[in-house]
């Protein structure tokens, strides 16, 4: 099983943004808005890791890490606005494992989560691991993806939307969620998403997948393992 990204931000749109990119990583998540929440998710949650924004309502960044700390050792990144690096101490002394400050890129906080994972040990890196559906085999770290052994060539927005599909077979995302978790910093609309999976399904049926891409009618797309 991936592993699990707590993502605690009272900002709505940097924490979908944030969580679209560890999903698109292979990453199961958990979201929380303030303090109190982020330590009934984390008890609950059981997190292999945790994305903690400092400046929280409620109990701050750093109450809940002291906390986290008094009981476990689940590694904690800390996500601040604070570029002091008085504040980047404090953190780490308390034990944070990292410390991003925003504004930031959110490929940046996936590859230090990757590097903490490693470091510490603490859940798997699923990128590490094919995707296979059916005939179809992805492999995220090398950016490629085989039909039967057979290189299928992808643009970066098709193979990313069919890593996403292939991570959970079976069921059907919608074109919104497909935007946000393959296209999340692009302002494309839903049709662009139709256009670019109506090329992976020709890809598929040439290489010998023809049936493996399913459109759901007024849902989105799904991916047949069957």
Sequence with gaps: MSALILIVEDE?????VLEAYAQQDGYRTERAADGYSALTAYRAASPD???LDVMLPGRS??????TVRAESATPVILVTARAEESDQIVGLELGADDYVVKPFRPREVMARVRAVLRRTGSGADP????LRVGKLEIDRLAVTARV?????????AEFRLLAHLAETPERAFTR????????PDSDALERVVDAHLASVRRKLEAAGAAGLLRTVRGVG???DSR
């Design 12 to 16: 709505p749109q940097l924490a979908e």
């Design 61 to 66: 960044g750093l109450d809940v890490l002291k």
């Design 148 to 156: 039967d052994g057979k290189v299928l060539i992808l643009t970066p």
């Design 127 to 130: 990128a590490r691991r094919p």
């Design 221 to 223: 797309y799904r991916l």
């Design 49 to 51: 890791l945790i994305l």
């Design 176 to 183: 919104d969620e497909l935007l946000a978790a393959a296209l």
